[in-house]
């Protein structure tokens, strides 16, 4: 079993920083696919940024250019940094971590963007 826990959200303001942490438990860290998704209050869950095991990365449209998704794979944590944040950005922000088989979950940091 493996376990997730995210940190890093907050309360900032329209163009400031972030970075989201994710800690997962267990020692084949390596061998899966991660990513960060969101939820807005009344919305959906989407995917912002996943990494393979491989290091390919995928950015949704509206985080392009803003966000930088990263893993340490010695410290078997994955990063999201998040700049030039904006209201619309405001979500909780979930770590998954999967495979073929397999599909895990974080419970979530919150992140707020507001003046």
């Known amino acids: 079993q493996v376990q997730l826990v995210e940190s890093g959200g907050g309360l900032v303001q329209p163009g400031g920083s972030l970075r989201l942490s994710c800690a997962a438990s267990?020692?084949?860290?390596?061998?899966?696919?991660m990513g960060w998704h969101r939820q807005a209050p009344g919305k959906q869950r989407e995917l912002v940024a996943r990494?393979?095991?491989?290091?390919?990365?995928y950015y949704a449209d509206s985080v392009k250019g803003r966000f930088t998704i990263s893993r340490d794979n010695a410290k078997n944590t994955m990063y999201l940094q998040m700049n030039s944040l904006k209201p619309e950005d405001t979500a909780a922000y979930y770590c998954?971590?999967?495979?073929?088989?397999?599909?895990?979950w974080g419970k979530g940091t919150l992140v707020t963007v507001s003046s």
């Open positions: 998954n971590l999967w495979n073929d088989v397999v599909d895990y």
């Open positions: 267990g020692s084949i860290f390596s061998t899966y696919r």
């Open positions: 990494i393979t095991s491989g290091g390919s990365i």
